[in-house]
């Protein structure tokens, strides 16, 4: 079987969100043919939906703050499972990547003195997020997006990718995919790629992920021989909506909380001082304003409760809808009505405002949103090298929410825009630093092209067989279930048990109808990668029997310091969505002796 279209490139970049396009830029500007590839629209990346802001340490509101203590509050939300270097990276190089936005035409709001405003967020010890209004993600694609139009850089629409590509000596070398508006098939040669595919959440039943959320990117790296870490890290945002059900699962922005948003039960109490560690609380306050005043006048390293780590923030509303204080429809309240003027909340929120005002009908300067824990964001993914994002498979790298070690077992809000700028920059760096050297062929194996459109065709080939709506629904219920927000080793192990019955349903799909625009085919095409990504974090959730950071175990509810060391690597020993996996537990590379003093100096 032959394909109809080739395009040959030195770097090709799978993904056009933040990451993505921050990496396709600095290819071009080493003088490299770049390509990107999008299952989507350009402009459309679920980046756009990112609303509080990036995480840079750059001093415009407390003049403390510094890459040090942003370094500190990363380590600290992630439980001590980070990558320590890429830790360091990010904290050390995210200012410089905000002002580069800016130069590129970034427009963020300001102080009074005309420096870049930057908000308080969960878990960061200062305000520290650069931010435009409560739009900062699609500010940043914007940008990004301009700054990639005027480089000429070719951009692939609405293009899906099947399965990475190899030489002959197991070096990346492209990739073979189909085109959703016709549903031809297409190859794409290259020395390099760069996995920027973005998040896995579409496996669950409430997400705020986009349509394209289903893991691509982890499963592709997995099947071409690269590694995955920490994948029972999953982050439940504490604030999605809950109603009405069309949108449940639409984020709301941290900064409603960080401008002064708080939590409330049925009862109307503000429950969240109730889940601190006494140190945190507001000395002797008895009233809701005393603790404020307490908050206001102590605000240096005592942020309010609402602002804790998005794990523990999400664990406490969890907590009050099962002990029967939860909203109407199993969520609780966030409330800024009550404290800001409307003026400043439509100035501040706007996104927010609208988004209540015409989904729910609810105007949030004067009523409460109803909201609660929606899976958000996967901590784990490709195990990549801090300096360049390399992956174990040459050729290959990955950068943004596909690739793991940054966050450990939970990420801060705000560090995932910086993120994708940091390491999207080093990413492009990577691969031509890896082409300079003599890397990668660009000569892939027509044999693996001919057997990925094979098993891509069979749902037409099929006289009889299963609906993909069917297997996604019954995969979204058992997840949501059972690998959720607290988990249980009965419960795990009925997961992987169910995801075998799933994996054998997902080789019996029939898709009826043309290849041109087909939702059932689409569909059918991403369930393999959604079974292996769930595959992936049940195991690592059974196997880890400890709660930390974003992954809880009823029966294993503290700690334990040993498996602190240790990240979770899983692998694929035959190549195949279908086939074997394995997981070990191997130690995390030891902290520095000058990074492990600063740990030490914030106890």
């Known amino acids: 079987m032959t394909t109809i279209e080739n395009h040959d490139y030195d770097v090709l970049i799978i993904g056009a969100g933040g990451a993505g396009l921050r990496a396709a830029i600095e290819a071009k500007q080493q003088g490299l043919r770049v390509g990107i590839i999008t299952k989507s629209l350009l402009g459309k990346a679920h980046t756009v939906m990112a609303e509080g802001g990036m995480a840079a340490a750059m001093g415009n509101v407390h003049s403390e703050d510094n890459w040090q203590v942003h370094f500190r509050d990363t380590m600290r939300g992630g439980k001590y499972l980070n990558n320590f270097r890429m ?6 190089e995210a200012p410089e990547r905000v002002l580069e936005l800016e130069q590129w035409g970034a427009l963020f709001d300001r102080t009074k003195d005309g420096k870049i405003l930057q908000r308080d967020f969960g878990g960061h010890r200062y305000a520290r997020l650069a931010h435009v209004g409560d739009r900062t993600g699609l500010e940043l694609i914007r940008t990004l997006q301009q700054k990639v139009v005027s480089m000429g850089i070719d951009v692939y629409m609405e293009c899906k990718v099947l399965q990475l590509l190899k030489d002959s000596n197991g070096h990346i070398a492209g990739a073979a995919a189909y085109w959703r508006h016709t549903g031809e098939f297409v190859t794409f040669s290259s020395k390099t790629v760069i996995l920027a595919t973005g998040g896995a959440g579409k496996s669950w039943k409430f997400t705020s992920n986009s349509w394209e959320g289903t893991g691509d990117g982890h499963a592709m790296a997995l099947w071409a021989g690269s590694e995955l870490i920490d994948m029972e890290a999953i982050q439940f945002h504490p604030t999605g909506m809950v109603w009405p059900m069309s949108v449940r699962g ?13 939590l409330r039960n049925s009862l109307g ?13 507001a000395e002797t306050a008895e009233t809701e304003e005393e603790a404020d005043k307490w908050y206001d006048d102590h605000s240096a390293g005592r942020r309010p409760p609402e602002l804790l780590p998005r794990d523990e923030v999400s664990r406490a509303i969890n907590a009050e809808v099962k002990a029967g204080r939860g909203s109407p429809h199993g969520g609780v309240f966030l409330d800024i009505g009550s404290r800001r003027s409307a003026e400043f909340i439509r100035r501040r929120l706007p996104s927010m405002y609208h988004q209540f005002m015409e989904l729910a009908g609810v105007d949030i300067t004067r009523e409460p949103m109803e909201i609660g824990p929606t899976c958000h964001y996967i901590m784990g993914g490709v195990k990549v090298d801090a300096e360049t994002t390399a992956t174990k498979t040459p050729g290959l790298f990955a950068a943004g929410e596909v690739a ?8 801060l809000g705000g560090n995932s825009l910086s993120d994708l700028i940091v390491f999207g920059k080093r990413a492009g760096e990577g691969a031509a630093s ?17 057997a990925a459109i094979a098993e891509a065709l069979a749902p037409f080939d099929r006289v009889e067989g299963e609906n993909p709506y ?21 419960e795990l192990e009925f997961a992987l048990s169910e995801l075998d019955k799933l994996t054998s349903r997902v080789q019996n799909i029939k898709v009826k109808g043309g290849r041109a625009y087909n939702p059932g085919w689409n569909l059918a095409t991403d369930l393999p990668a959604m079974i292996t990504v769930s595959r992936c974090v049940a195991m690592g959730a059974l196997n880890r029997k400890e709660s930390r950071g974003g992954h809880t175990r009823l029966d294993f509810p ?13 692998s694929s020993s035959d190549g195949k969505w279908n086939g074997k996996y394995q997981i070990e537990g191997k130690p995390i590379p030891k902290i520095t002796p000058e990074l492990k003093t600063l740990l030490e100096e914030a106890k």
């Open 87 to 92: 830790a360091e990276l990010h904290a050390k």
């Open 250 to 262: 639409l984020l709301v922005t941290e900064g409603v909380r960080g401008d002064g948003g708080v």
């Open 269 to 281: 109490e503000r429950f969240m001082f109730n889940y601190v560690a006494p140190m945190f609380r």
């Open 404 to 411: 793991a070690g940054l966050h450990g077992a939970n990420r």
């Open 434 to 450: 890896y082409i300079a050297a003599g890397g990668g062929s660009g000569k892939f194996k027509q044999s693996d092209v001919d």
């Open 470 to 490: 069917d297997i996604q629904r019954d995969l979204q219920d058992m997840m949501q279930a059972n690998v959720g927000i607290i988990r249980t080793g009965t």
């Open 558 to 570: 503290e700690a334990v310091a040993e498996m602190g060391s240790v990240n979770f690597t899983q």
